[in-house]
């Protein structure tokens, strides 16, 4: 039986995708195979595909419409045969020992999800502290779900540092969600974590990540931030109905509602009137699906992420001055510097 299906969904990367399978077939470990999914290439990915499956009996090409990244996982992982199934991206590359790696690890665990990490090429490309820290997972195993997994580990947000049991996918029906243009990883960490009956974090760097390519959707959303705050609201729309539905909404109300306000709002604080406005007030509708303006007030949160919340977002007509304090007050406490600064902030935001 094949150990570990590596899937790589392709779509007009005929410029990569042979490095990206190169650093697969020079793999040292003996039973994988290569899902190769392409997602309607127009530009010589598709021939590439049939040299590259031609030559090497590993390599299995599945056709589809062009429907995007998740549709091709998805198609990828109910082609798969291996006992675990992971994801590389085809301007990316596997590091050499990744495969073997992968499968001794979820072996030696019994883990259902592992999560390992990886380095930016080039290696001199500028990389952003949050990035760096997401591609270096400490070592240790959880045993059953805690939201530090989601908010204090180095898990998130990409969906090509997980190596899972595909038998797990099938049982709990976790697919990533085709629909979202943006966010999926994010969507499928959050289905993935709170499923999983054990999961186990490794430091090594396994995967070599490309930091940008040109004309990929996040370099298109860079170019508008209020767009891509929007495009977060979506992602916890989806995250919290599938919360619900998954039974596991209320017992982390309050940790999920400070999640929500960092991830689609902090960002807008800082963006002009309107479009700060156009984010918390679609914010507030989704959230209002499942607290009231009374429940979050009742919720135990830090000082900053209520004001956020209440003042910021359920009311959404804070002034720029205020909002620009609140969001240095929210930076200063992730920080973890102390509240000396208090009185500094309220000079400048006048009621913060």
């Keep these: 039986m094949t150990r570990l299906s590596v899937i790589v969904p392709v779509y007009n990367v005929a410029r990569w995708i042979d490095r990206c399978l190169e650093s ?11 899902v190769c999914v392409n997602d309607g290439s127009t530009d010589g990915s598709r021939e590439r595909l049939a040299e590259w499956e031609a030559g090497d009996s590993r390599i299995r090409v599945i056709d589809q419409v062009n429907r995007g990244p998740s549709a091709a996982r998805n198609a990828g992982i109910c082609a798969a045969r291996g006992d675990y199934v992971s994801f590389l991206d085809a301007d990316d590359r596997y590091l050499p020992g990744a495969c073997g790696r992968i499968v001794s690890a979820l072996d030696d665990t019994e883990s259902d999800v592992l999560v390992f990490g990886g380095r930016v090429s080039p290696e001199d490309a500028p990389c952003p502290e949050w990035l760096s820290e997401s591609l270096h997972p400490r070592d240790v195993t959880y045993d059953a779900f805690s939201m530090d997994l989601l908010l204090k580990e180095a898990s998130r947000p990409f969906v090509w540092k997980l190596a899972l049991r595909r038998g797990f996918l099938l049982e709990r029906g976790v697919l990533l969600d085709k629909d979202l243009r943006f966010g999926e990883d994010q969507l499928f960490c ?3 974590y709170p499923r999983s009956r054990r999961t186990t974090l490794i430091s090594d760097e396994l995967y070599e990540y490309q930091v940008v390519r040109e004309g990929s959707l996040m370099s298109g959303l ?25 039974g596991f909404l209320r017992s982390h109300a309050a940790d999920l509602v400070a999640f929500a306000l960092d991830f689609s709002l902090y960002d807008a604080l800082k963006l002009d009137d309107d479009a700060y406005r156009s984010v918390a007030e679609g914010l507030r509708r989704i959230l209002s699906r499942y607290w009231t303006e009374e429940d979050v007030a009742a919720m135990d949160l830090p000082r900053d992420v209520r004001r956020m919340a209440l003042d910021a ?36 935001g006048g009621s913060a």
């Design 24 to 34: 697969l077939v020079s793999q040292n470990f003996p039973d994988f195979e290569i």
């Design 190 to 192: 959050f289905a993935v």
């Design 222 to 246: 860079r170019a508008d931030f209020g767009a891509k705050m929007l495009e977060h609201n979506g992602v916890i729309e989806r995250i919290l109905a599938d919360w619900d539905a998954g």
């Design 313 to 348: 977002c359920y009311h959404a007509d804070m002034p720029a001055r205020a909002r620009r304090a609140l969001a240095l007050e929210h930076r200063l406490r992730q920080r973890g510097i102390g509240s000396f600064l208090r009185r500094a902030l309220q000079k400048v």
